[in-house]
């Protein structure tokens, strides 16, 4: 039985990838949904899978977050991982898409949920944009704030694994994984022909430039990608390793713990569903004194 994928709107629900990858389940947020109503949709899914690990974009709006933290209030469960993700809403996407692919395999919830944090590292994830003015993701110095209100300005801006941010047609793109990777990329529209406005960037300079051994395209842009970018104007992209057995043996050869306080496996230093932070063993203390409450 996989253990069930969430995110928080459709347009973060890719087409699956290689191997047989599960849907994911969309959380509505509370203009759109009674509590009532996400409460028993939720109560559905784990009775169904047993474990629920959601991934949200970390702009997405308080309401919703609030939200979303309500219900596994309601439900009492320890059962679901809420992950607030440090990536555009694309790359979001592509995380959630990772982790659909491995919830078919034996690995525990706990270890699964973890592993949205050590996958992050390994997307890298930027845009083209027409304009920084309004972007508050990488350091922007004056001179691009002010190039952004000229005529055909363009940018590639790359947030994940590093910042970086170069003005098109003057300067290299940055440097790109050294893994195989495959191409997700969003746009609003078709792009521009004009040299000026820096053409199709993404597709014929950075993806060669990469070496990517795919590209796949997907619309429309995220909704929430206007916010996280300052812009609507923009074609994002993300590049993930796509083989589920190459993510399967990264996640499965990282040393796993158990969490003294939810009990779980975990990988890295914070258990994915209670948040509990891992701690060195000379930090640890003894389990009855851990669990002052046990009898």
Do not use: N
């Given at each position: 039985m996989?253990i069930?994928?969430?995110?928080?709107?459709?347009?973060?629900?890719l087409?699956?990838?290689?191997?047989?990858?599960?849907?994911?389940?969309?959380?509505q947020?509370?203009?759109?949904q009674?509590?009532d109503?996400?409460?028993?949709?939720?109560?559905?899914?784990?009775?169904?899978c047993?474990y629920l690990?959601v991934?949200?974009?970390?702009a997405?709006?308080?309401p919703?977050?609030?939200?979303?933290?309500?219900?596994?209030t309601?439900l009492?469960?320890e059962?679901?991982a809420l992950?607030?993700i440090?990536?555009?809403?694309?790359a979001?996407?592509?995380?959630?898409?990772?982790?659909r692919?491995?919830s078919?395999s034996?690995?525990s919830?706990?270890v699964?949920?973890c592993?949205?944090r050590?996958?992050?590292?390994?997307?890298?994830?930027g845009a083209?944009?027409?304009?920084?003015?309004?972007?508050?993701?990488?350091p922007v110095?004056l001179?691009p704030?002010?190039r952004?209100?000229?005529?055909?300005?363009?940018f590639?801006?790359?947030?994940?694994?590093?910042?970086c941010l170069?003005r098109l047609?003057k300067?290299?793109?940055p440097g790109g994984?050294a893994?195989?990777?495959?191409?997700?990329?969003?746009?609003?529209k078709?792009?521009a022909?004009?040299?000026s406005?820096?053409g199709d960037?993404?597709?014929?300079t950075?993806?060669?430039?990469?070496r990517?051994?795919?590209?796949?395209?997907?619309?429309?842009?995220?909704e929430?990608?206007?916010?996280?970018w300052g812009?609507?104007r923009?074609?994002?992209?993300a590049a993930?390793?796509?083989?589920?057995s190459?993510?399967y043996?990264?996640?499965?050869?990282v040393?796993?713990?158990?969490c003294?306080?939810?009990g779980?496996?975990l990988i890295?230093?914070r258990?994915?569903f209670?948040?509990?932070?891992?701690?060195p063993?000379?930090?640890q203390?003894?389990?009855?004194a851990a669990h002052?409450l046990?009898?």
């Amino acid at each position: 039985m996989p253990i069930a994928i969430a995110v928080t709107s459709p347009d973060l629900v890719l087409p699956p990838g290689d191997g047989p990858t599960p849907a994911a389940a969309v959380l509505q947020g509370p203009d759109d949904q009674p509590l009532d109503t996400a409460v028993t949709q939720t109560a559905i899914l784990l009775d169904q899978c047993g474990y629920l690990v959601v991934l949200y974009p970390d702009a997405l709006p308080a309401p919703y977050v609030r939200r979303l933290h309500t219900v596994r209030t309601v439900l009492e469960s320890e059962r679901i991982a809420l992950l607030p993700i440090a990536l555009p809403p694309l790359a979001v996407a592509v995380l959630a898409r990772q982790l659909r692919q491995l919830s078919v395999s034996d690995l525990s919830p706990g270890v699964l949920a973890c592993a949205a944090r050590l996958l992050a590292h390994y997307i890298y994830a930027g845009a083209q944009l027409a304009s920084v003015a309004r972007l508050d993701r990488v350091p922007v110095s004056l001179a691009p704030h002010l190039r952004s209100l000229l005529p055909g300005a363009a940018f590639g801006v790359l947030v994940s694994p590093a910042p970086c941010l170069i003005r098109l047609g003057k300067a290299r793109p940055p440097g790109g994984p050294a893994f195989p990777t495959r191409l997700t990329v969003a746009r609003t529209k078709p792009p521009a022909k004009s040299r000026s406005s820096g053409g199709d960037w993404v597709l014929d300079t950075l993806a060669p430039h990469w070496r990517v051994e795919g590209v796949q395209e997907v619309c429309p842009l995220p909704e929430d990608s206007g916010r996280w970018w300052g812009t609507r104007r923009a074609v994002e992209f993300a590049a993930a390793i796509p083989d589920p057995s190459i993510l399967y043996h990264l996640v499965a050869s990282v040393r796993r713990e158990r969490c003294r306080w939810c009990g779980l496996e975990l990988i890295g230093d914070r258990c994915g569903f209670c948040a509990a932070p891992h701690l060195p063993p000379e930090h640890q203390l003894p389990p009855a004194a851990a669990h002052p409450l046990t009898r």
